[in-house]
């Protein structure tokens, strides 16, 4: 069965129901914790009654600075919605790890960002080093990837859509918030990568709610594109694609061959007066719940609360 782990300020800890044990490791990353596993199964099999999880308050699981890399388009339900059609390739790009923050810190809007969009994702955590060439096979998963994590890719599209930017559209600090928990995974759990539903409220409201069923490219294959060009190492971070219900819709077809024909300065400026009326994007004071869990419970990432305030500023 899957460890749940919690990193703290005070350090990390095994989740056991509503208490957690304190790992008793000199591990001040990740990856140093992936690499002590005997102090990780020493305090899942303590007899320690541990802290109540309600107390602790949890910092990212995957800590800075590593490598975080994007899949784009990776669930049908996504690139239907975003105006994709016939044959969809493994496509990746990257985001500062400066961007990654706790499942409870709030996502801060840039003063100059008008709108922010949302994206619930699977991360896959790198256990093994994964050097350039490697071709990773459903069966070697439990090799490469330790375990996972819930992650909200945040985006600045007016920012990724006028630029072409998708770096800086998703890098900002806090556009990455990642836990609360890393879940270490057994090789048995990996037959149940399919079974996780991500689930994604604003205010309340659902927005997004697929399972991985939904995902075009799955982690083996995508591992395998991805090292042909880049290596990855134990505590780096594959982020694996949002499902569908993002703010952020493609036109409409004969909209969208009209727009083909504009300069490219009206085109967006008509794009974006439209998109000021679409009431799904984020906005200060909205608070985005996201959940990623198997019906069964054996799989379970937790749940992130971020509220979205407005940052500090004046212009880019």
């Known amino acids: 069965m899957s460890t749940n782990i919690l990193r703290t300020a005070d350090g990390w800890f095994v989740v056991r129901g509503d208490s957690a044990v304190a790992i008793d490791t000199k591990a001040a990353t990740t990856a140093e914790l992936l690499a002590d596993r005997?102090?990780?199964?020493?305090?899942?099999?303590?007899?320690?009654?541990?802290?109540?999880?309600?107390?602790?308050?949890?910092?990212?699981?995957?800590?800075?600075?590593?490598?975080?890399?994007?899949?784009?388009?990776?669930?049908?339900?996504?690139?239907?919605?975003?105006?994709f059609t016939g044959e969809i390739p493994p496509t990746f790009f990257r985001k500062a790890s400066g961007s990654v923050c706790g499942p409870s810190e709030a996502t801060v809007r840039p003063p100059h960002v008008q709108f922010l969009d949302y994206e619930v994702e699977l991360g896959l955590v790198i256990g093994a080093p994964l050097p350039v060439g490697t071709v990773v096979e459903e069966q070697d998963l439990p090799r490469f990837v330790a375990g996972l994590v819930l992650c909200n890719d945040v985006s600045a599209r007016d920012v990724q859509l006028t630029k072409g930017q998708f770096y800086e559209s998703k890098s900002y600090p806090t556009f990455t918030p990642v836990g609360p928990y890393l879940v270490l995974l057994d090789e048995q759990d990996f037959a149940h990568l399919q079974d996780i539903r991500l689930r994604l409220c604003v205010n309340g409201e659902m927005r997004q709610d697929r399972t991985?069923?939904?995902?075009?490219?799955?982690?083996?294959?995508?591992?395998?594109?991805?090292?042909?060009?880049?290596?990855?190492?134990?505590?780096?971070?594959?982020?694996?694609?949002?499902?569908?219900?993002?703010?952020?819709?493609?036109?409409?077809?004969?909209?969208?061959?009209?727009?083909?024909?504009?300069?490219?300065?009206?085109?967006?400026?008509?794009?974006f007066n439209s998109q000021r009326k679409n009431p799904r994007y984020l906005r200060t004071g909205d608070q985005v719940t996201a959940t990623a869990a198997t019906a069964d419970g054996r799989i379970d990432l937790g749940e992130q609360r971020t509220p979205v305030t407005e940052g500090q500023g004046h212009g880019r």
Request: glycine fraction near 6%; aromatic fraction near 4%.
């Open 212 to 271: 991985l069923a939904d995902m075009i490219t799955r982690p083996a294959r995508a591992l395998t594109v991805l090292s042909r060009f880049q290596a990855l190492e134990p505590g780096d971070l594959l982020l694996t694609g949002t499902p569908g219900g993002t703010a952020l819709q493609a036109p409409p077809k004969p909209v969208e061959k009209l727009a083909a024909l504009l300069p490219p300065r009206i085109k967006w400026k008509a794009f």
């Open 38 to 83: 005997v102090a990780v199964a020493q305090a899942a099999d303590s007899h320690d009654i541990g802290t109540p999880v309600a107390d602790l308050v949890p910092l990212a699981p995957v800590t800075t600075p590593c490598r975080v890399v994007a899949q784009m388009v990776n669930y049908r339900s996504h690139a239907r919605e975003s105006g």
